[in-house]
T-cell receptor, first 117, second 113 residues
């Protein structure tokens, strides 16, 4: 089954304790992205990757790191989490280019709900 | 300023009634526009996609329209069901790739019996 998986689904941690949220897709998609979703703010992009070893900042990258060593995996790293990073996080993947260069449909993971105390 | 604006922010409708959601965008040059449905606590799922040359697209009881001249899109839900309660997100992609995606904040729809 084609899907994007995230782990863990729920996480409670304390300020400053490093954590990693994993994301994996089995559709051979080049493009992967991380979003956070907060009430009233909609989905905001944290980081994205156009392909292996190619990553770039989105709209809200502060406090986050990513890596793309393999095509299928795109982990999100919080080196020193703070309470303002409490949020619902989504990973997504897609093929990049339609015939005109636009994005293909993104497939989203089930989400990771993070609480930083 | 957000490049994609959605209205109304939220609405409540009776089961069986119709409703229309609006999306206005300023993204240019335009490639395609998608509507996603997001159930509470779950990831968004694509409903429809429209390119510049398409002005209507249906997916079951969901019908999306696009006016590329006025840069407006709408999503019409016919004969609403309780399972339609969700957030509907408008996403616009620009030509040329390279991560040129713009997200609306969503329309929150609540269907009541």
């Amino acid at each position: 089954e084609a899907q994007v998986t995230q782990n863990p689904r729920y996480l409670i941690t304390v300020t400053g304790k490093k954590l990693t949220v994993t994301c994996s897709q089995n559709m051979n998609h080049e493009y992967m992205s991380w979003y956070r979703q907060d009430p009233g703010l909609g989905l905001r992009q944290i980081y994205y990757s156009m392909n292996v070893e190619v990553t770039d900042k989105g709209d809200v990258p502060e406090g986050y790191k990513v890596s793309r060593k393999e095509k299928r995996n795109f982990p999100l790293i919080l080196e020193s989490p703070s309470p303002n990073q409490t949020s619902l996080y989504f990973c997504a993947s897609s093929l990049i280019y339609r015939f005109d260069g636009g994005h293909e449909t993104q497939y989203f993971g089930p989400g990771t709900r993070l609480l930083v105390l | 300023k957000n490049q994609v604006e959605q209205s109304p922010q939220s609405l409540i409708i009776l089961e069986g009634k119709n409703c229309t959601l609006q999306c206005n965008y300023t993204v240019s040059p335009f490639s395609n526009l998608r509507w996603y449905k997001q159930d509470t606590g779950r990831g968004p799922v694509s409903l429809t996609i429209m390119t510049f040359s398409e002005n209507t697209k249906s997916n079951g009881r969901y019908t999306a329209t696009l006016d590329a001249d006025t840069k407006q899109s709408s999503l019409h839900i016919t004969a609403s069901q309780l399972s339609d309660s969700a957030s509907y997100i408008c996403v616009v992609s620009a030509l040329g790739g390279n991560n040129r995606l713009a997200f609306g904040k969503g329309n929150q729809v609540v269907v009541i019996p």
